[in-house]
């Protein structure tokens, strides 16, 4: 018959002197197969590993953000006398040597152990016993995974922006770089009008300042507490839910203890928006750059150890770091549709299907700051060609500057359409190919400033030196 957590606890209460069968009993038998919602019932084992599915696996970018967690709700259960100074003081010296551990890449779910947060609660229990057992007081499975989620998506989002930040800050060093390098501009993929390397880069950093202008709205939705509304219903203890939000350093609190436990899901179909703006912007310049390098183009390159061969073509050099980026994108801009499918329909409450959000959504963070971080390394190696537009199939490219010019002669715009249309008809379109363009966001005024200045409108808004703070106060 299998043992059980009740075996443990008979064995303690009938004053068992064999502390070395005890032990091994716990470290065999009984750790392997405790799980925090344990009654006397053994679960089948194709139904525990169907349900536990890569929990584990996952679980383990949580554990840190689920020690912090423990280590505020603690120290709020002693302040209203739910633990005494002397065990919060045992509990805080082993959740942080957990933290450490974790943060060295040491801390590891066992075989059999369900999740994160039942390895934390049985190493805290093996190692003080009953006190390890009191730090689940007041709170559910179902909140104590919201406050790891919100912490990891803080942390996530950090990252993230920085990520972007990185490569908003090289493009706009491109735009004023390559400000008077000119190119041609398409519509319909047709030569339309002439524009500019330094327009072609600055328009996609100032992209990038939507993008995490979005992120920027998702990471005030996610850094408020859940903690404390328990299974979703709140708790009779009286709980200080305003102190852990203090500690754990988030912006403001999910008062209504139904409307955290609605969070679930929310918060990652709002991340996931975020992830594919990010994606749709990178994604598209990517397939800039795929043309760009194609040889009808030639407009830019790369050298050849950033780029691929062909295994019977010897003259191929393949962008393929843009491909991949590109299809990652594509990939990417299908998120929220797969976790708006996951959790439509689904009442108010708790419900497993939440658990495989994090399939869906943990690895998608880690391919967009790959993505990101790749693109930023490409760019910093990338070849500009000049004087592209003095080629004579661009000549068209100059239609416009020509009829603006009759138009400020004096001549009605539509005169000076037909006119110029006229002469392209009839061969004899011969255009000057100087480019006067001075408004604001041209190819003669930029507007690099100001797009900067927009980037740290928007980056100063972010808290998270606050949350940071409060992490590192708890943690240390």
Not at 25 to 50: A, G, S
Not at 142 to 166: C, H, M, P, Y
Not at 358 to 373: G, I, T, V
Request: aromatic letters at 10%; a negative charge; proline letters at 3%.
């Amino acid at each position: 018959m299998m043992l059980t957590a009740r075996f443990y606890l008979t064995l303690k209460e009938r004053n068992c002197q064999e502390t070395n069968t005890l032990i091994f009993f716990y470290k065999n038998i009984l750790l392997p197969i405790m799980k925090l919602w344990q009654k006397d019932t053994t679960i089948n084992k194709r139904i525990e590993n169907f349900t536990v599915g890569k929990d584990r696996e996952l679980d383990l970018w949580l554990a840190k953000y689920d020690i912090a967690g423990s280590l505020a709700h603690i120290e709020m259960l002693e302040s209203i006398g739910l633990l005494e100074k002397e065990e919060l003081s045992q509990l805080q010296v082993k959740l942080k040597q957990l933290y450490q551990e974790v943060e060295k890449g040491n801390f590891v779910i066992e075989d059999g152990i369900e999740d994160v947060h039942s390895q934390i609660e049985l190493l805290l229990t093996q190692s003080l016993g009953d006190i390890g057992k009191k730090i689940h007081s007041g709170r559910s499975r179902n909140d104590q995974v919201l406050v790891d989620l919100r912490l990891f998506f803080r942390g996530e989002i950090k990252e993230l922006a920085e990520s972007t930040k990185d490569l908003f800050e090289t493009l706009l060093q491109l735009s004023e770089q390559h400000k008077s390098d000119l190119m041609p501009g398409y519509t319909h993929l047709q030569v339309a009008m002439v524009s500019s390397f330094g327009l072609w880069f600055g328009a996609y950093a100032e992209s990038l300042v939507d993008d995490v202008t979005l992120l920027q709205s998702v990471y005030k939705i996610v850094n408020q507490n859940p903690l404390g509304s328990a299974a979703g219903y709140g708790s009779s203890f009286p709980l200080n839910r305003t102190m852990t939000t203090k500690l754990l350093g988030f912006e403001n609190l999910n008062y209504n203890v139904i409307h955290a436990q609605l969070g679930r899901g929310k918060s990652e179909l709002f991340l996931s928006f975020a992830l594919a703006a990010i994606a749709s912007t990178l994604g598209k310049f990517a397939m800039d750059v795929c043309l760009y390098t194609n040889q009808n183009y030639n407009f830019i390159s790369f050298p050849d150890e950033l780029t691929t061969g062909s295994s019977i073509m010897p003259h191929k050099k393949n962008p393929d770091v843009f491909e991949l980026i590109r299809a990652k994108c594509n990939k990417l801009q299908s998120l929220p549709t797969e976790i708006s499918m996951t959790i439509n329909n689904l009442p108010a409450g708790y419900h497993r299907d939440f658990q495989l959000l994090k399939e869906s959504l943990f690895p998608a963070l880690q391919e967009l700051k790959d993505c990101l971080q790749i693109a930023d390394y490409m760019l910093h190696h990338i070849g500009i060609k000049t004087g592209i537009v003095e080629e004579e199939k661009y000549q068209y490219l100059f239609s416009v500057e020509e009829v603006n010019k009759l138009v400020l002669s004096g001549v009605p715009f539509r005169d000076a359409y037909k006119i110029v249309g006229k002469q392209i008809d009839v061969g004899d379109f011969n255009p000057s190919t100087e480019v006067v363009h001075t408004h604001e966001g041209s190819i003669g005024n930029l507007c690099t400033a100001q797009i900067q200045d927009k980037m740290k409108v928007v980056w100063d808004s972010f808290s998270f030196q606050k949350a940071e703070a409060a992490i590192a106060k708890l943690v240390n």
